[in-house]
C-alpha cells in the first residue's frame, strides 16, 4: 500500500501577532497615562486608549521575508500583502492564510508496486517544491500542500509502472527528470514550482534480491574462467614458441635448465650433482693431450739415441 505523506494543516494566522500586541499594549499604557492628569476625563482616555489598541490589534500584521498574506475584503480578493508590516480594516478584511514561499521537501512512499515487467518494487522519493503565486494556490485548493502531494505519489506510481525494473536500478537520473516534469506540469496551474524529485531508494523483495546475486555470481565466475582461460592460451603460444628456439639450440636449453635450478635454490644452500655431457668432452681433451705429450717425448729421445 503507497504511503501517504503526513502535512500539518494550512496555517490561518491569529488576530494577535509579534507586532500588533505591543502595539495595543502600549496605546492602553498611554491611555492610562493621559487619563492620570485630569480626573475628568481620565474614563475617556482611557476609553480611547482600550478603542485604540483594540483598533490596534485588529488592523497591523506582520509577514516574515518568505511569508505572503492573502487579504480578502468582504469576501472578495483585496490583495497579496508582505513582506513586513501592513495594516488592515477590523472586522472588513480578513487575513485569509499566510503562505510560506520557502522550498519544501515532501517525502513520497510506494509499496509494492509492479514495473511494466511485473515486478514488486517498493520506491522512495522526495519531492522539492515551492509556491511561487500564493494567490491561486490559496483560492484555487482547498490545501495545495496535501493537493501536490497526492499529485506527487500518483505520478511516482505511474513512472514505475511504466518503467522496466532495469531502467529504475541503472538510470535513475533520467526517472528523476520524468518525474519532475511530469508533476511539474500538472501544478503549475496552482500556483506552485516543482524545484527537483529525488528516487532515494529502490527496494526488491528478499528473493529477487537472491537471484540477482546468483545471477550477479554467476557472470563473475564465467568472466574470471573466460580471463583465465585466454591466460592459459597466450601461456601456451609463448611456451610453443620457445620450445622451438630451445630445439635449435640444445646448449640453451641447458642453460636454462640450470639457470631454473640456481633460482631455485640460491637460498637454501643445498648441492646439486646434475648429469651432464661435460666430463666426457673434458675426458676426450685430457687424452689428446696425454696422447700429444707422449709423442713428443719419444721424438726426445729418439733425437737424443741417434
Known amino acids: 500500500m503507497p504511503t501517504y505523506p503526513q502535512l500539518s494543516a494550512s496555517r490561518f494566522p491569529l488576530p494577535v501577532n509579534s507586532i500588533s500586541a505591543p502595539l495595543a499594549g502600549f496605546c492602553v499604557l498611554a491611555g492610562l497615562v493621559a487619563s492620570a492628569g485630569d480626573a475628568h476625563a481620565r474614563p475617556y482616555f482611557l476609553l480611547g486608549g482600550i478603542v485604540l489598541g483594540i483598533g490596534v490589534l485588529l488592523s497591523v500584521r506582520l509577514c516574515s521575508a518568505w511569508e505572503r498574506a492573502v487579504v480578502l475584503r468582504a469576501g472578495k480578493i483585496k490583495g497579496v500583502y508582505g513582506p513586513g508590516i501592513f495594516l488592515t480594516v477590523p472586522f472588513l478584511d480578513q487575513v485569509t492564510e499566510v503562505v510560506d514561499q520557502r522550498i519544501r521537501t515532501v517525502p513520497v512512499n510506494t509499496r509494492q508496486t509492479l514495473t511494466r515487467d511485473t515486478t514488486p518494487v517498493d520506491v522512495d522519493a522526495v519531492i522539492f517544491w515551492m509556491v511561487h503565486d500564493p494567490l491561486r494556490a490559496v483560492t484555487e485548493l482547498d490545501a495545495f500542500a496535501e493537493s501536490v502531494s497526492m499529485v506527487a505519489l500518483t505520478t511516482l506510481r505511474e513512472v514505475v509502472s511504466s518503467s522496466d525494473l532495469s531502467v529504475l536500478l541503472e538510470d535513475r537520473r533520467r526517472i528523476d527528470d520524468e518525474l519532475r516534469e511530469q508533476i ?32 550477479a555470481q554467476a557472470e563473475r565466475e ?63 681433451i685430457a687424452g689428446l693431450n696425454i696422447a700429444n705429450l707422449a709423442a713428443a717425448n719419444s721424438e726426445t729421445e729418439t733425437a737424443r739415441g741417434s
Open 222 to 284: 564465467k568472466a574470471a574462467r573466460v580471463t583465465l582461460a585466454s591466460a592459459e592460451r597466450a601461456v601456451a603460444l609463448e611456451l610453443s614458441e620457445a620450445a622451438k628456439s630451445y630445439e635449435a639450440s640444445p646448449v640453451a636449453l641447458q642453460i636454462l635448465q640450470i639457470n631454473r635450478i640456481f633460482e631455485m635454490n640460491k637460498d637454501r644452500g643445498t648441492t646439486i650433482l646434475m648429469p651432464t655431457t661435460m666430463a666426457d668432452s673434458m675426458a676426450g
Open 184 to 215: 511539474a506540469r500538472k501544478t503549475s496551474e496552482w500556483g506552485v514550482t516543482v524545484q527537483g524529485v529525488e528516487i532515494r531508494d529502490v527496494q526488491l523483495p528478499v528473493s529477487l534480491q537472491d537471484a540477482m546475486s546468483r545471477q
